[in-house]
C-alpha cells in the first residue's frame, strides 16, 4: 500500500540553526510533491511544489530537494526563528491527480 | 479577504443528529476539496469536485454527503452522526485538479457527544 513517513518525533532546533526534515514515500511514483505548513487550530498553508524532474526548488529561506530515486523528499529551513515553529506536512499527488495524500507531519520547534 | 471560508467554525452536536458544514472560495478555483483530520492530527481526503462534478469519492460513510451548488460552494451534510465522526474538517480548493497548490480554508471542528 501507499505510504508517506515523516519524522514522528518533534523535531527541536536552536534558532539559526538549520532544520532538515523528512518525508520518504513507498509505492509511489509522483508526478510532484509538495510541502505545508499548518499552525495549530489552523488549516495547513501551501510553502513549495517540487516536480519529480526537479532536483532542488528554493523560496527564501526555504529549500525543498526530491530525489525519485531514494523516494525521498528533505525540507531545509535555514537561519530558523521561533515563528517557524510549526507542524509540516509532506503531500504527494495521488495516481489519480485529483487530491493528495499527506503524511503525518513533523512537529518543528524552535527556541530562542 | 477570505480565501476559503467554512461554516461553522467549532460544532458541538449528539449523536444521531444531521448536521451541515459550508464551505466558499472567492478564489476562482474550479477543484475543491473536503479533508478530514483526525486526533492523531492525520489529514485525509474525503471528496473532491471539479467544476460541480463529484470527481473522488473515498472510502467513506454514505452518511456524509457533499453538495456542490457551484464552482464556488462545496457544502459537507452529515447524517445520523456518529462519535467516530469528531475530528477536524478542512475545506480546499485549488485552480484545477491535478499539480496545483491547495488552499485550505481554517476548519471545522465537530465534537459529536
Known amino acids: 500500500s501507499q505510504k508517506i513517513e515523516q519524522n514522528s518525533e518533534a523535531l527541536n532546533i536552536q534558532e539559526g540553526k538549520t532544520a532538515t526534515l523528512t518525508c520518504n514515500y513507498t509505492?509511489?511514483?509522483?508526478?510532484?510533491l509538495q510541502w505545508y505548513r499548518q499552525d495549530p487550530g489552523r488549516g495547513p498553508v501551501f510553502l513549495l511544489l517540487?516536480?519529480?524532474?526537479?532536483k532542488e526548488k528554493r523560496k527564501e529561506r526555504l529549500k525543498v530537494t526530491f530525489d525519485t530515486t531514494l523516494k525521498q523528499s528533505l525540507f531545509h529551513i535555514t537561519a530558523s526563528q521561533p515563528a517557524d515553529s510549526a507542524t509540516y506536512l509532506c503531500?504527494?499527488?495521488?495516481?489519480?491527480?485529483?487530491?493528495?495524500?499527506f503524511g503525518k507531519g513533523t512537529s518543528l520547534l524552535v527556541t530562542p | 479577504d477570505t480565501a476559503v471560508s467554512q461554516t461553522p467554525k467549532y460544532l458541538v452536536t449528539q449523536m444521531g443528529n444531521d448536521k451541515s458544514i459550508k464551505c466558499e472560495q472567492n478564489?476562482?478555483?474550479?477543484?475543491m476539496y473536503w479533508y478530514k483530520q483526525d486526533s492523531k492530527k492525520f489529514l485525509k481526503i474525503m471528496f473532491s469536485y471539479n467544476n460541480k462534478e463529484l470527481i473522488i469519492n473515498e472510502t467513506v460513510p454514505n452518511r456524509f454527503s457533499p453538495k456542490s451548488p457551484d464552482k464556488a460552494h462545496l457544502n459537507l451534510h452529515i447524517n445520523s452522526l456518529e462519535l467516530g465522526d469528531s475530528a477536524v474538517y478542512f475545506c480546499?480548493?485549488?485552480?484545477?485538479?491535478?499539480?496545483?497548490?491547495?488552499?485550505f480554508g481554517p476548519g471545522t471542528r465537530l465534537t459529536v457527544t
Open positions: 503531500a504527494l499527488d495521488r495516481n489519480s491527480g485529483y487530491a493528495l495524500n
Open positions: 480546499a480548493s485549488s485552480q484545477d485538479y491535478g499539480s496545483d497548490e491547495q488552499y
Open positions: 509505492n509511489y511514483s509522483p508526478a510532484y
Open positions: 517540487i516536480r519529480e524532474n526537479e
Open positions: 478564489l476562482g478555483h474550479d477543484t
